[in-house]
Every structure is written in C-alpha cells, then in structure tokens.
C-alpha cells in the first residue's frame, strides 16, 4: 500500500523545518567524521577499512579511465620521436660521452671507497628490495596530495615505505590493500620528512601544504642553506633511509625557504616503492637479547675485609721533602677477632 | 486545472543522478595526466549540486545527499574524512538560508552568488583542515581550487534551470 493511502497519509509537517533539522543532524554527522579521523597520524590502524575498501574499488575504475591517457602519452611520445630523431640522437651522443667520465670517475670512488670501508671495517647498509607500481590516480588539491599505486600486500608493501619515482622521493606510503596503496605526497599538508641539505648537512624538517613546494621548517645551523642547495632525506628517525634525492632549494615568495621538488621533473604513472624498515629493526633481536654479559658481583664485607690475604708488608719509604710522613692514628680496642695488622686499616668497618 | 506541477519530484532524478554524475567526473579528473608540465585542475564538482539542490527547493534527503558526496571525496582523495563534508553543508546551509535572495537573479548576479558560496565552502575547508592537521594550507593552491570550482557555474545553472519550475509547490 502506498504510504499516502496509508493513516499516516494525511500528516503534513512543515518541510523547510524538517529541511533544516535533517541539515543540522547531516552537519553533526560531518563533524562526529571529522572529530574521529586520525588520518594526521599516518598509523596502520588510523587508516581504517573503508578507506582500504573504497581504494580497492578506486583502482580498477581509475586505472581504466586513466588507460587512455596513457596511451595518448605513449602514441604522442612515438610521434616525437620519428620526427626528433637526429636532434635526439645528437643530445644523447653528447650525454654518452660525458657519462663516460662520469662512470670513470665512479668507479675510482667505488674502489676507493671499498678500501675505506675494509680499513674502517664499517658495516653499511643493506640493499633494499624494491617493488614497481602504476599511479591509477591522482590527487592534488590543497587539503590533500595523495596517489594510487597498483602494488600492495601481495608485493610486501608496508605503511611508512617510501615512494620514489626516476628522480627522486615522491612520498611514502599511508595505506595499504591488497593490490593498491595509497601514497601520501611531500606536498600533503600532513607530510613531515626529515631532510638535510647536502652541501652543509645542515637538517630540517619537509613540511607539505598543499602547495607544489614544501616549506623546510626547523632549519638549523648557521648560514645552513643556499640558493639550489640539494636536499636530501637525512635517515632521522628510521622514517626514509638517508641519501634519497628530494629536491632544489629555493626563496619562495612568502620569504620562507621551500624546495622545488625532482620527482615533478619526472612522469608521475610510475613509482618504485622501497621495502624499506627501519635498519635499527633488522637486527636480530633474539641475539641481542641472548648476549652474554658480565656478571654483576657484589661486595660482602666479611669476605671481603675479613678474610682477603695478608698484602705484602714493604718496608716504609724514607720520607723525602716532598712527601710527608703520615701518621696512623691510634688502634681502637677490637671487640671480635684480632685482625692482622695490615688488614685492618684504621676506621675500618668492623 | 492540470495538477501534473504539483506532482513530487522524483529524488532519483534530482539528487541520484547528478551525484552520480559529480563522482564520475570526480573519478575523471584524478587521472595522472600532465601535458606540458601541467596537471589537469581538479575542481570541486560536488558544489554544482551543493549550491543547486539549495536553490531548487528545500529537502530532507538533499543534506545527506551532500554529505555521502563529502565523504566520497574525502575517501577518494585521501583527505580528512569529514572535512569535505562539512564543508559542502556549510555551503548548502548559506544557500538555503539566502535563497529568497537568489531566486530570480540575473546570470552573472547567480554566477557571482556561486563563486561566494564556493569561497565560502574553500575557506571552511581551509579552517576545518588547520584545526585537524594542525597547519595552514597553502593560499594559493586554495585559490586555484576555488578558481577552478568557479567556473562549474554553467553546469550548476543548467541544473537549477531544469528542476526549478518542476514542482510549482516551491515556486
């Protein structure tokens, strides 16, 4: 039976009332959402599964609407390079050569280096393992920068390994399911990274604000930062391992220093993501816990005292002018066994 | 008289159909795509219907239509969950509590009415998103999503324009 057929057919309410109640319940329920999120603390748990459901819904429908722009991009890329190829060919004769000295001059650091570490027997750090990934899409708005990439679980992706594309970190993973990340960008208001400047070593610390170029905050040291200084992540805080490329530093225009990020330089549907811990988790633990260590001893006065060996008595240097004679006070009576008399000095502890 | 005016709007054909249309072009708009150095905009569809769904007449469901959009667009953007939300209803509750004022408006007097709701709903998103993340979003990136918003004024006229006069009870 239809509801106006129905008792309840007849009952009018005021609509722009009951408008306005179902706007107000519809604004709590926003802010109960917004109250609850924990996305700033970029947690495993805080990433919640509706969002791990909606990314694995997102992937196949945006992988396959961002499909024929790939393929624009390749075709076009095709064309460019029928009619470029001499001038193509020109710079990349150029560029072979002078990668050739670049690569002698490689190798003589390497082995140089090599022999650094054998001298020094320096332990460094192990490779790590990486896994490819498409970007199936692509946010960039000002209160979030994050993308979609088409590796996750099955590939050991974790959350917090971080994300490079050819030239440099592009951000680190927030959230992972089975088959797709989510990717949290440098740009992201909530993105933190500890960075150092390569010339000086100076740290600080990449804030994102939506914007295409982060703020470095907390920079420290002085006349830490130059013009088209490179930064580099700094390893702080096992987050990112130490050394990955990030970016130029530059003067915005609010006066604040900022870097021109290298992974914008680069196509954005590729990605490596590296299978990164922190180093400091890939010791062995049970080891560490098993090391023997000394066995801690503790003074017993009576066998200590009492019954320690007679010391051989020497003979008493000849005072000199420069050493004083000391005089022993007198014995007091002794209540107990009568010790020896060098071992029981005065004011000893009966 | 004929009484086919005061027939109820049908809400899948006013609110199911332009939400669905907002998430896919929300969908589209996030491809990874950049021509010459440049990314495609990324406009904030959902204001289209946020501003129109106000002007056409007052609704209970509509609210929460606009909230399922807000948190689409959080969900898929991989923003705070809310915070679009909130936002679209701080939009849609300044649109409904002026609509006697917009109704009947010229043009461009409705294109500069949804370009002031727009920058209404982007300087919330700024305010929520400071007090959850604890910072301040970039202005300028805030401007160039409003600036891209507010050219959606088109689509959102063409949706008042077709449901307006389709129930002559909220004329």
Known sequence: ?350 | MSMRGARPLHPARWLGIPLLVCIAATIVFSAPLRLWGLQLPEPVFAMVPAFAWALIRPSILAPFAILVLGLFLDLFWGGPTGLWGLSLLVAYAMVLIARNMMTGQSRPMMWAWFAGVTAVAMIAGFLFSMLDSLAMPSLLAVFWQFLATALLFPFAHRLVDRFDDADVRFR
């Open chain 1, 1 to 350: 039976m239809p509801f106006h057929e129905g008792p309840l057919g007849d009952l009018k309410v005021p609509l722009t009332w009951t408008a306005a109640v179902a706007l107000i319940v519809a604004i709590v329920i926003a802010v109960a959402f917004l109250l609850a999120d924990r996305r700033e603390t970029l947690q495993d748990h805080a990433y919640g599964v509706t969002r791990q459901t909606v990314d694995v819904v997102s992937k196949p429908v945006s992988g396959a609407i961002a499909a024929p722009g790939r393929w624009t991009g390749l075709g076009l890329d095709y064309v460019r390079s029928y009619f470029f190829t001499a001038s193509e060919n020109r710079r990349l004769k150029a560029e072979v050569a002078e990668m050739r000295q670049w690569r002698d001059r490689a190798l003589s650091l390497q082995d140089t280096n090599d022999r650094y570490k054998a001298l020094l027997g320096l332990r460094t750090d192990p490779p790590i393992p990486m896994a490819s990934a498409r970007v199936v899409s692509d946010s960039r708005g000002p209160f979030a920068n994050t993308r979609l990439a088409d590796a996750g679980s099955e590939k050991g992706v974790l959350v917090g390994n971080p994300v490079l594309n050819e030239r440099g970190l592009v951000g680190r993973v927030v959230g992972v399911s089975r088959g797709v990340s989510r990717v949290l960008l440098l740009t992201d208001i909530a993105s933190r990274t500890p960075v150092m400047i390569d010339r000086t070593n100076a740290r600080a610390i990449l804030t994102g604000d939506g914007g295409p170029n982060p703020k470095l905050e907390y920079l420290r040291g002085v006349d830490p930062i130059r013009e088209g200084d490179r930064v580099v992540t700094s390893g702080d805080g096992g987050v990112v391992p130490r050394g990955l490329p990030v970016g130029a530093a530059v003067k915005g225009l609010d006066g604040r220093w900022r870097v021109v990020l290298f992974a914008d330089d680069a196509a954005i549907d590729f990605v490596r993501i590296l299978l990164f811990k922190d180093f400091a988790q890939l010791a062995d633990e049970k080891q560490l816990q098993t090391r023997s260590l000394p066995p801690v001893t503790t003074e017993d006065p009576k066998t200590s005292i009492l019954s320690a060996p007679a010391p051989v008595t020497r003979p008493p240097a000849a005072p000199t002018a420069t050493t004083p004679r000391r005089v022993s006070p007198p014995r007091p009576a002794a209540a107990g066994p009568t010790p020896t008399p060098a071992s029981a000095p005065a004011g000893a502890p009966q």
